[in-house]
């Protein structure tokens, strides 16, 4: 079945770049996305990719895609303390449904 | 302006009751969604309406019934109150079903005693 996996932490230093890794199975993926939640609050939309791209760039952020190897990446570039947050890794393959991550909570050091 | 709204933002309630936590969309969108988040961060689809039809329907206990009176609500209403019912419910609508961007609201934590 469909499949989304990102390690769980990842913590870095403030200033330096924090990627964020995650891994899906379904080939049928159409859209990528990021999501942030920080505590408390809901889920917001970082940014997506459509599938056949292979870069998108957005100010600070960078996510790479590597479809062959359904592997996709979230690099934030100078890392604030205000990006400490989980991340949410998702895909929308062929069906309805938007698979999500078990999130990858960013700890950033001052 | 709130574009996804969720009331109320806390619940708690005892084993057994009902409740029902409300969704509102002010976006204009034609799809809405329910996710249940458990004490782990896991966030997993329970239900979406498209255009007041259900499209998703996972594994969830029937206890959990839906209701859309219009394309800008999806309510979301439970009956006999379990323990492990306790989590964060977001509501999220959409345009479309095709994998456009999907705009969450704030989260009902509900808490079962």
């Known amino acids: 079945g469909e499949d989304v996996e990102q390690s769980l932490f990842l913590s870095v230093r403030e200033g330096d770049s924090s990627v964020i890794n995650c891994t899906y199975t379904?080939?049928?993926?159409?859209?990528l996305y990021w999501y942030k939640q920080e505590p408390g609050a809901g889920l917001q939309l970082l940014t997506y990719i459509f599938s056949n791209m292979d870069m998108k760039q957005d100010q600070r952020l960078t996510v790479l895609l590597n479809k062959k190897d359904k592997h996709l990446s979230l690099r934030i570039a100078d890392t604030q303390t205000g990006d400490s947050a989980i991340y949410f890794c998702a895909e929308r393959g062929g069906g309805f449904k938007t698979i999500f991550g078990a999130g990858t909570r960013l700890f950033v050091k001052a | 302006d709130t574009a996804v709204s969720q009331t109320p933002k806390y619940l708690v309630t005892q084993m057994g009751n009902d409740k029902s936590i409300k969704c509102e969309q002010n976006?204009?969108?034609?799809?809405m969604y329910w996710y249940k988040q458990d004490s782990k961060k896991f966030l997993k689809i329970m239900f979406s309406y498209n255009n007041k039809e259900l499209i998703i329907n996972e594994t969830v206990p029937n206890r959990f019934s839906p209701k859309s009176p219009d394309k800008a609500h999806l309510n979301l209403h439970i009956n006999s109150l379990e323990l492990g019912d306790s989590a964060v419910y977001f509501c999220?609508?959409?345009?479309?079903?095709?994998?456009?961007?999907?705009?969450f609201g704030p989260g009902t934590r509900l808490l079962v005693l």
């Open positions: 976006l204009g969108h034609d799809t």
């Open positions: 379904d080939s049928s993926s159409t859209y």
């Open positions: 999220a609508s959409s345009q479309g079903t095709r994998g456009e961007t999907q705009y």
